[in-house]
Every structure is written in structure tokens, then in C-alpha cells.
């Protein structure tokens, strides 16, 4: 029988069938597959710690129908994520990105890497969980071609003077004389987060002092975005 390694982190899994679990893992090599891991639900099943959501780790499975993982050493099960209601669900929502931008098979190291450092942080809750899920919201919208244009209007090219809009029908941001269409108005003070967290790396967001206020908000306008250009509703906690 065909054995396939892959590097990968759990992003979805489901009960099958009395002992078995179904899961969706997203693999560095080869994006987001499905695997049922046979057997899981007995108390000293050797794989057991393996199946549990946002698990990383090497994997091995073997091809078939139904590709069964056959081995897996575990690098970090993140387990601290699941203290924190608001890291949880940015965790779920994060694994809801991926499976709703990426098609099944098509392997994105860049989106594997991002999800990883998303994971590190909200696994150590020194960061604002919503500050985390801007910041691959971001970086998503950049990937997959709407990066937004910061700077000046999409449309007409003049520079903001005041207010700025989101149009959702294409995620450009106008100035007020462009806006039409389905429009969200970005305040200056969701602009200024907006370009910081665009500005700053995974790994410098704890410094960033933007109040809870405005980055709810700021979320709540990304979320509507990604819902416009994905068709996929994120949850609220
Ligand atoms: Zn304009």
C-alpha cells in the first residue's frame, strides 16, 4: 500500500462510525485532505492525541479511499488554545479561512506558515485573540489577491482627506465622492489599526496598543469583507 508523509496541523475533525474520527488536515505538501484515523476513540489507542483539533505534527497515511493515518508524531497539540473561549474561536475561525479559501489539494506554504505563528500566539494568551485573526485576515486578502490600497482611493486615485469606505461588492476602499454599492465607512481611528497590523509581524502584534473597541470593529468590517469576497460566514463567539 502507497504511504504518504506530510507535515500538518488538524483543522477539522468528527466522530465515524463507532471508534473512528474523520478528520481535515491542512498538509504543507499537498493543502487540505481528508483522513479518518481508525480506531481513536479506544482509551489507549496510540493515535489518540494525534486526532485532536489544531494538532501539528508528521503524519503518515495510507492512500485509498479513504486515506488512513497510519502513523503520526505529534510536534504540538496546542492544547492551551482551548482554556480561552475567544482564542478558541479565532482558532475555529482561522481553520474555517482555510478550508473556505483554499481548494482541496493545493498546497500554500505561505498560508501553512501564517497559520502556524496564528496558532503559537493564541496557544499563549499574552495577544489579543482578535488582533491575531486580523492580522491572517490580512494577510488572506493579500494572498489571494485583495490587499487592500491603504493610501488613496481605488477609484479616482486622490488621497484620503476624510473618510474612507470599503465597498463589498469588490473590497477596494474609496474616498466618499467613489463610494457606491454596498459600503461600510472605515473610521480613522479602523484605518489606523488597519495599517499597523498590516505594518507589524506576527511576532511584534503584543505591542501594538489599539483598544479592544477598535478592533472589534476593525474585525467585524474584515469579517464582512471575507464574507463578501469568499461567500463563508466567520463565527462570533
Ligand atoms: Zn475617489
New binding site residues.
Given amino acids: 500500500m502507497n504511504q504518504t508523509n506530510v507535515k500538518a496541523i488538524v483543522i477539522a475533525n468528527q466522530d465515524y462510525k463507532e471508534k473512528d474520527v474523520l478528520a481535515t488536515l491542512f498538509t504543507l505538501e499537498q493543502g487540505v485532505i481528508s483522513v479518518v484515523f481508525k480506531g481513536v476513540k479506544n482509551s489507549n489507542a496510540k493515535l489518540k492525541s494525534a486526532k485532536e483539533l489544531f494538532t501539528f505534527g508528521d503524519f503518515i497515511y495510507a492512500n485509498g479511499m479513504l486515506n488512513t493515518i497510519t502513523s503520526a508524531n505529534v510536534v504540538t497539540n496546542f492544547y492551551d488554545i482551548t482554556k480561552s473561549l475567544p482564542n478558541f474561536y479565532a482558532a475555529c475561525n482561522i481553520a474555517k479561512i482555510i478550508k473556505a479559501v483554499l481548494p482541496a489539494g493545493e498546497a500554500n506554504s505561505g498560508l501553512f506558515v501564517d497559520t502556524l505563528k496564528c496558532l503559537n500566539l493564541l496557544n499563549d494568551s499574552t495577544v489579543k485573540p482578535n488582533l491575531v485573526l486580523i492580522k491572517f485576515l490580512v494577510r488572506v486578502f493579500e494572498g489571494f489577491g485583495y490587499r487592500f490600497n491603504l493610501n488613496k482611493?481605488s477609484?479616482?486615485g486622490?488621497a484620503f482627506l476624510n473618510k474612507r469606505y470599503i465597498n463589498l461588492n469588490d473590497g477596494d476602499i474609496?474616498?466618499v465622492?467613489?463610494k457606491m454599492g454596498r459600503v461600510e465607512e472605515l473610521s480613522n481611528a479602523e484605518y489606523q489599526s488597519l495599517r499597523l497590523i498590516s505594518l507589524t509581524d506576527y511576532d511584534n502584534l503584543n505591542s501594538l496598543k489599539i483598544s479592544s473597541f477598535v478592533i472589534d470593529r476593525t474585525l467585524y468590517i474584515l469579517k464582512l469583507n471575507f464574507e463578501h469576497r469568499f461567500g463563508q460566514k466567520l463565527d462570533e463567539i
Avoid: E, G, P
Wanted: aromatic letters at 0%; proline letters at 0%; charged letters at 0%.
Fill in positions: 482611493c477609484t479616482c486622490s474609496t474616498c465622492s467613489c
